[in-house]
């Protein structure tokens, strides 16, 4: 290859990685979330425990019947703790505790979960 054809491949390369690495990094950003602003939401009924990489989801009900989404950490960070893909089931009552939305959405990410049985799964250390 030619001095320009490889300083040509060099900067296609370069360039082809400086597009890409924009949608990884907004893909992993938090911005959405008002940390350290807790929130507890009691009486909530699971709807659905999705545990899939890379992140799981709680999607729960209010008595009031309103729906609520909840981002959590990945299956292996929450396996560390306890966690597996039967912690939760379709019907369980439960209370969290959230950072919510920004824009005022119901749902945030998750921090900690009370099941009716009095035991407590943690994904991330409280801000209280």
């Known amino acids: 290859m030619g001095k320009f054809t490889t300083t040509g491949l060099a900067l296609a390369a370069a360039g082809a990685v400086a597009a890409l690495s924009g949608s990884g990094?907004?893909?992993h950003s938090t911005a959405m979330f008002a940390w350290g602003e807790e929130v507890r939401l009691n009486d909530l009924t699971v709807?659905?425990?999705?545990?899939?990489?890379?992140?799981?989801?709680?999607?729960a009900r209010d008595g009031q019947g309103n729906r609520w989404a909840f981002e959590g950490m990945s299956p292996n960070h929450?396996?560390?703790e306890g966690w597996t893909r039967r912690t939760l089931a379709p019907g369980e009552k439960v209370s969290l505790t959230y950072y919510?939305?920004?824009?005022?959405?119901n749902g945030g990410f998750n921090v900690r979960v009370y099941k009716a049985d009095g035991s407590e799964m943690k994904q991330l250390p409280s801000a209280k």
């Open 47 to 59: 709807e659905r425990w999705v545990w899939t990489n890379p992140h799981t989801f709680i999607y």
């Open 100 to 105: 919510p939305l920004r824009d005022g959405r």
């Open 78 to 80: 929450l396996s560390r």
């Open 25 to 27: 990094a907004a893909h």
